[in-house]
């Protein structure tokens, strides 16, 4: 079974430019999260999905932030204009809800860095 | 409001065992999980336990659950160079099904 898959891997941007990050979860599962895991931190929700609607995005910052699952399937996480103190990894995870959502995975992450 | 804290370092010999301590604060948390990250790495799943129970074990992995002091530990037998990470303790809670975490401890692993 393959597992979540995040691209790109690394990503460097200036401030005030955008940039957007993409996540496949496992196949299957209607639940999929991003969360924001800033140096030293551990990792922070910033939206979960279950299929195509929203469940939690209380940590959004909307102002600057924005994320689809338009099919319930794939999703993208936008930032515009981007922050210095947005430097972070974004991790994506999915679960199953047949399972009852128990296990969440992860997947390897994108790094950005706002210069 | 949920919180999850853990102490930020862990050193042990090769061959010990180490225990990572985690206390968390909603009492409603269903399932207590543990995660592994590597350098460069996502997040594994290590292990979890539901919360009306008070330990699972699994292979080297003991995880033991204080439901009254909110209170969580790994406990990881013969400790390897390959077990140095950063270990995360993370709740669910009954109501959002959305996972927290602790902000890590980092276990080195000394010859």
């Known amino acids: 079974e393959a597992g979540v898959a995040q691209s790109p891997r690394y990503k460097i941007i200036e401030k005030r430019q955008s940039v957007a990050f993409w996540c496949n979860p496992i196949?299957?599962?209607?639940?999929l999260y991003w969360y924001q895991q800033i140096l030293g931190q551990g990792p922070k929700l910033l939206i979960q999905?279950?299929?195509?609607?929203?469940?939690?995005d209380s940590q959004l910052p909307k102002d600057r932030f924005s994320a689809e699952r338009l099919k319930g399937v794939d999703s993208t996480l936008k930032i515009q204009p981007a922050k210095l103190e947005d430097s972070a990894v974004y991790l994506c995870?999915?679960?199953?809800?047949?399972?009852?959502?128990?296990?969440?995975?992860f997947g390897q992450g994108t790094r950005l860095t706002v210069v | 409001g949920e919180d999850v804290e853990q102490s930020l370092f862990l050193s042990v010999r090769e061959g010990d065992s180490s225990v990572i301590n985690c206390t968390y604060t909603?009492?409603?948390?269903?399932?207590l999980y543990w995660y592994k990250q590597e350098p460069g790495a996502g997040l594994q799943l290590l292990t979890y336990?539901?919360?009306?129970?008070d330990m699972k074990q699994d292979q080297r992995l003991t995880v033991l659950l204080n439901k009254k002091d909110k209170h969580l530990s790994l406990r990881i037998a013969d400790t390897q160079t390959g077990d140095s990470a950063i270990y995360f303790c993370?709740?669910?809670?009954?109501?959002?099904?959305?996972?927290?975490f602790g902000s890590g401890t980092r276990l080195s692993i000394r010859p």
């Open positions: 995870a999915s679960s199953s809800i047949n399972r009852g959502n128990t296990e969440a995975f």
């Open positions: 196949s299957g599962h209607a639940t």
């Open positions: 999905f279950q299929n195509n609607g929203v469940v939690d």
């Open positions: 909603d009492s409603s948390s269903t399932y």
């Open positions: 336990i539901f919360s009306n129970m």
């Open positions: 993370a709740e669910r809670d009954s109501s959002a099904s959305k996972i927290i």
